[in-house]
């Protein structure tokens, strides 16, 4: 069985889904089953007091994991009171790590996360940062207890797709924690090309949301990662300049 | 007396839990969390903490996001 271990804990799906965008909260039990996800992203905001609505909690399906995002912290110290007050709140010790001050590409700062990755990892967190493809902060990560590293394949909510494969690939080959390659993939063939890569799992948020037919659309985002995995995991047949023949060389018809 | 709810000062009566307040703005206090200047107030703590004078509240929520 290939199963994604991450922290110790192991995941059937190597597909994390977010739960923002949606054009209604009450299409995430469909799109989490659909999907077979088995971690899904939310975030901690300020209740808009004067419009109710019901709470995200109860679309999410219980036995799925929380994993609640630091967006919209500006630094370390923002980020890890997000973390406290998600934990204290019943989510869970499991959290994303977004620590963003450019508000034109929502690009993460290395510095700071690698900061709030420390703190929360020696307060016993499972802490999953979203970062640049960079090797260095990368290492830094792990040095900082990081459980999985998150590099970003173009920027938050583009579907621009992997923009940033040569860097992935460098962390794929140098990084030993799982990669989840979180943020601008547009479709389901850019989730494949990171899975036939060896990335370890993809974050698709936008992606889904973001679709017409949101619902098909997680179908063909489970299948493509599902997809990818397995030909990382069969062997990508070597390239030639030179065309090979599949057919045989020899008993043509006019010979 | 005055206190501050996500940033904007609010008059309440003397003697109102944090539980009070949540449904002053017939929000579910089960779907709220509530920091008291800055502290996570429990949720089983929400009918017995009282707010005072120039308390600084912040109602959040879990919402959307990846």
Sequence with gaps: ?255 | MKIIVNGSEKSIEKNISVSELIKSYSLDPKSVIALKDEEVVPKESFLDVMLEDGNKIELLSIVGGG
Excluded at chain 1, 48 to 56: E, H, I, Y
Excluded at chain 1, 57 to 71: A, F, M
Excluded at chain 1, 122 to 137: A, K, S
Excluded at chain 1, 227 to 244: D, E, F, M, T
């Design chain 1, 1 to 255: 069985m290939d199963l994604l271990t991450i922290a110790g804990e192991q995941f059937n799906s190597r597909l994390l889904t977010g739960s923002g965008k949606y054009s209604s909260d009450s299409l995430i039990p469909q799109i989490t089953s659909i999907s077979q996800s088995q971690i899904i992203t939310v975030a901690l905001r300020r209740v808009n007091l004067d419009l109710k609505s019901k709470s995200l909690l109860d679309y999410i399906p219980k036995e799925t994991k929380l994993l609640p995002n630091t967006s919209g912290a500006r630094t370390a110290d923002e980020a890890v009171k997000i973390a406290r007050i998600a934990k204290a709140c019943g989510c869970g010790n499991w959290v994303k790590i977004e620590v963003i001050s450019d508000n034109k590409y929502l690009l993460p700062d290395g510095y700071e996360t690698i900061k709030a990755t420390e703190i929360l990892a020696n307060e016993g967190f499972i802490v999953l940062p979203y970062i640049n493809g960079d090797l260095y902060t990368a290492r830094s990560l792990v040095d900082a207890g990081a459980s999985a590293v998150m590099p970003l394949g173009s920027p938050i909510g583009s579907n621009r797709g992997i923009r940033c494969q040569e860097m992935i690939k460098i962390l794929i080959d140098q990084i030993k924690l799982p990669i989840i390659v979180d943020a601008g993939i547009g479709k389901p063939s850019d989730a494949a090309l990171v899975m036939e890569m060896g990335a370890d799992a993809c974050l698709i948020n936008t992606a889904i949301a973001s679709s017409p037919n949101p619902l098909l659309m997680a179908e063909a985002f489970k299948l493509a990662i599902q997809s990818g995995r397995k030909a990382y995991l069969a062997g990508i047949g070597a390239q030639n300049n030179n065309a090979v023949a599949s057919s045989p060389l020899t008993g043509f018809l006019h010979e």
